[in-house]
């Protein structure tokens, strides 16, 4: 983490320990803030009551200052602090340091914590039992070495890495809105009866639910399939051995099927299976079906059932004693009545939703960025932006 040209200095020589202590009362409100792991910052949380908590007192946070959570700093529990949560409380376990603004940028030690080699050396020096209960002590988080340039320098590397990702984010927030005009333009065109009107058409004339068909070996391995709820869509999941579950008989799924937890198909779990879900497994909890694709596209059926205004319609054929355990039964669901469109007016959702998928695959670029974010970090502080 160093290079020729930047002296290693221990970040006890740039930062000090800086506590802003405020006491509790039973009448006092603290605006309680966390931190996320894996160097992603800090976030707001609920209020909470001097009445409710154990704590004597609370740390105050201050725009710039640095931040620690004891018990999960080798986690990437680390980050400055911005000005909107300038105000804001920690408990007593997140200690806060202030930098010595003659020598440190704060936003360079911001990227600088961003790092997992960082959080590695912090995990060497955390002590306890266990991974779970290692903690990193002020003083240790202080003998953590930072390669340090002159102030002039460091801001130079903060504003070339900053440049790289605005650029970024600046191309993602298009795609993410041109992605959601093309989503609202299916639904338009789900509702458009300018090709002809709908046609009130029960489910089970348009799918076929299939038979769970592989039994379930202890000794071979399944890669799950899942579905998000609220209209997100299939996912690969976890992959489990046949051991570790006591079901005994999986359903592979097909690209082109519907599928859904019939637990959570209310809350808007359900879907078509992607390609890149094609041949993965789900339970017997998930009915699977066959899309008759001469009646309806299976990318007709995909927009449909992620809109919110359809899910309620769900809830009321659910069953269960109370709404955590509502379940759609496949019978009730091949009795839903769906508004079925003209085969041209399909098909033109179908051209746009083509579109969709292409927007939807250049936005998985964010996640190529990410796994570019250490190698750009390590040549920034390797002297090499």
Same mark, same amino acid.
Do not use: C, H, M
């Given at each position: 983490m160093s290079n020729n040209r930047? +002296?290693?200095?221990s970040l006890g020589e740039v930062l000090v320990l800086r506590l802003d202590k405020v006491e509790t009362t039973p009448t006092s409100v603290f605006r309680i803030a966390g931190i996320y792991s894996f160097g992603? *910052? %800090? =976030?707001?949380?609920? +209020?909470?009551? *001097?009445?409710?908590?154990?704590?004597?007192y609370f740390n105050r946070l201050h725009e710039g200052d640095y931040v620690i959570s004891q018990p999960k700093a080798w986690e990437g529990a680390i980050a400055l602090v911005p000005a909107e949560l300038e105000g804001w =409380?920690?408990? +007593?376990? =997140?200690?806060?340091f202030r930098a010595n603004p003659d020598r440190l940028d704060v936003r360079y030690l911001e990227w600088f914590g961003k790092q997992s080699v960082v959080w590695d050396r912090l995990r060497n020096v955390s002590r306890g039992m266990g991974a779970r209960r290692d903690s990193v002590h002020p003083d240790k988080f202080l003998s953590i070495e930072i390669p %340090?340039? +002159? /102030?002039?320098?460091q801001r130079r590397v903060v504003a070339r890495i900053d440049s790289l990702f605005a650029k970024h984010e600046e191309a993602l927030? /298009?795609?993410? !809105?041109l992605a959601e005009e093309h989503r609202q333009l299916c639904l338009a065109i789900l509702r458009d009866q300018r090709y002809g009107p709908h046609t009130p058409t029960k489910m089970h004339e348009l799918v076929i639910l299939r038979k769970s068909d592989v039994e379930v070996q202890a000794s071979e391995t399944y890669d799950f399939a899942g579905v998000y709820c609220f209209g997100r869509g299939v996912f !690969? *999941?976890?992959? !489990?051995s046949g051991s570790e579950f006591a079901y005994k008989q999986l359903t592979q799924i097909r690209a082109g099927e519907f599928i859904y937890p019939k637990l959570m198909a209310w809350e808007g779990a359900l879907g078509i299976v992607p390609k890149e879900c094609d041949g993965l497994f789900v339970s017997p909890e998930f009915p699977v079906f066959t899309v008759r694709e001469d009646r309806v596209l299976p990318e007709v059926l995909d927009t449909y059932f992620r809109s919110s205004t359809v899910w309620p319609l769900l809830s009321g054929a659910s069953t269960g004693t109370n709404v955590r355990r509502r379940r759609l039964n496949p019978n009730? =669901? %091949?009795?839903h009545v769906f508004p079925l469109p003209t085969m041209e007016s399909q098909i033109a959702l179908r051209n746009v939703r083509r579109k969709l998928s292409e927007i939807e695959l250049s936005l998985g670029q964010k996640q190529e960025l990410n796994k570019l974010l250490p190698s750009i970090l390590d040549r920034a502080f390797q002297g090499g932006l």
């Open positions: 930047w +002296p290693l200095v992603r *910052g %800090l =976030f707001q949380r609920e +209020p909470i009551s *001097g009445a409710d908590t154990t704590y004597k =409380f920690l408990s +007593p376990v =997140f200690p806060t %340090l340039p +002159p /102030l002039e320098e927030l /298009l795609r993410n !809105r !690969r *999941g976890q992959r !489990r009730d =669901f %091949l009795n």
